[in-house]
Structures are given as C-alpha cells and as structure tokens.
C-alpha cells in the first residue's frame, strides 16, 4: 500500500474532473502531502517489518509497525492504490481451497494482505517506466543500493527488493501456491477489469491483456 501510494498517477492528472468539489471521489492520486506519508512508512517497514516478524516479543518493532501502518493509512488515503489492490480482489474472490497458516480452517481464505502483496514484483515492474525516479526511490527506502542504478532498470530493482523481502517473510511463491494455475488467469482478469475505483489511478494500461500479463509472471514468484 505504502509503495502503490506513491507510485500512483499525479493527483493532477486524474480525470474526469467533476466542477463540483462535493462530487470528486475521495481517491485523488499521489500528491505532496501523500508522498510524505508514503516514504516515512516505507523507510519504517524497511527497519522494523522483518524485526517484528522475527520476534514476536520484540514491542518495539511492533509499535514502529503500528505507527507505519498509520503513516500509510494517511497517505494511500487520499491518494489511492492500484494494481495490486484491484488484482488481489480477484485473488480472494475465486479462492479454492487454500488457507493461511494461523486462519480458521473452516473455509478457504486469502488473507488481502497476502493477496495484494503476491502480485507487487510483477506489478512494479510493469508500472516503473511511468516514474523510474520513484520506482528508484521507493527501492531506496526498502533498503537496495541504488548507486548507479539506471532508470531502465529500476522496475528490476524495486521488485527484486520486493522479492527479497517476501522471501524473508516466507510469503508463498506466488498465486500457483494459493491453488491458481494458468487456465485460472482468464477468469481472475475478467474479475479484475471492472475494479475501476482503484484501477483508474494505476499510472499504465488496464486493457485485459496488461491485466492477464501480470497475473501470469505471478504465478511464481521467486
């Protein structure tokens, strides 16, 4: 959420722009406010996300991650997510069998963080070319080593960040271990296109065939 924030289209560019403030939606796209919000939650999960997963003890990392999770609710608030918000709805939807571990086990579950999070790498590797320098700099606050990094690679480089961190927190490998496969893909695109709430403020197509491209390097992840 923190990096969909950020990597939104600009709040001025979202169209169609009603004359009347009292009919605008209240999902704006990214602007300076959200931005701010944005960066300070990321640079939080990069420090404290993986302490807290390792230890749940450790109140410290889990305060850090309370407070993250605000600084995020403020600034997707207004601005928005995309992708993988639209993506993840599908995912949890037409769920089958699989249940996360430490859910109730009475009836199949995805659990929407889980479900938002599986799709990032590919998402952000298709979304990098509408703003490299963000891409970059969200890679930047999870922790990579940007030197020198090239605008052309900075989808690469924030998702294999991405990947990394996943792996980390033993996050599936991707929606093949949620029970999808590939005649699944058709299916799970048709449920995504009409998320039109959260799709309009992704920064690149929404045709079906950038949704179906999408789900399908999902399917594994590492």
């Known amino acids: 959420r923190r990096v969909h924030g950020y990597t939104t289209i600009p709040y001025n ?5 009603p004359l009347n403030p009292k009919v605008r939606p209240a999902y704006q796209g990214r602007n300076p406010i959200s931005d701010i919000w944005a960066q300070q939650a990321v640079k939080t999960c990069h420090e404290y996300l993986l302490r807290g997963y390792q ?3 450790d109140f410290e990392a889990a305060s850090k ?3 993250a999770s605000s600084f995020a609710g403020i600034g997707f608030g207004n601005a928005c997510v995309h992708l993988c918000h639209g993506l993840s709805y599908a995912i949890s939807g037409q769920v089958r069998s699989f249940v996360a571990q430490g859910y109730p086990k009475d009836h199949p579950l995805v659990p929407h963080g889980l479900a938002v999070v599986i799709t990032a790498p590919a998402v952000f590797e298709a979304t990098a070319a509408s703003s490299p320098e ?3 700099h969200m890679a930047q606050c999870l922790g990579a080593d ?3 990094a090239k605008r052309e690679d900075a989808g690469l480089i924030l998702s294999d ?3 990394s961190i996943m792996k980390d ?3 599936q490998n991707g929606i093949q271990e949620l029970g999808f496969s590939q005649s699944d893909i058709e299916p799970l695109t048709t449920a995504t296109v009409p998320q039109e709430r ?4 992704a920064p690149i197509s929404k045709q079906k065939e950038q949704i179906a491209s999408i789900f399908e390097r999902s399917l594994t992840v590492y």
């Open 169 to 171: 927190l033993n996050v």
């Open 13 to 17: 560019d979202r169209i169609p722009r």
């Open 55 to 57: 230890d749940s003890l």
């Open 134 to 136: 963000r891409h970059l």
């Open 146 to 148: 940007i030197t020198n």
């Open 198 to 201: 959260v799709l309009a403020l």
């Open 65 to 67: 991650m309370h407070l």
């Open 161 to 163: 960040k991405l990947r």
